[in-house]
């Protein structure tokens, strides 16, 4: 496997273990009636989500080949 996949696997495992986290957090607070609360935070994630992207455009790479 080249470093180049182990870095692309690496980064989607952590994208996994990060949206089990945040899936794990809204069931809490929904479960706890906190729907409230729940909404800011899927606010908060899909915001930082979309900072994220912003950040590091899926075809930035593409641009150099």
């Known amino acids: 496997m ?3 996949m182990k870095q692309e696997y ?3 495992r952590k994208w996994n273990h990060d949206i089990e986290n945040h899936l794990l957090s809204l069931a809490y607070l929904t479960d706890m009636k906190k729907t409230e609360e729940a ?3 899927c606010i908060s994630v899909l915001q930082n989500t979309s900072n ?3 950040l ?3 075809n930035q790479e ?3 080949l």
């Open 2 to 4: 080249s470093e180049e």
């Open 39 to 41: 909404e800011k935070y």
């Open 56 to 58: 590091t455009p899926a």
């Open 52 to 54: 994220q992207n912003k």
């Open 10 to 12: 690496t980064k989607i």
């Open 62 to 64: 593409d641009s150099v």
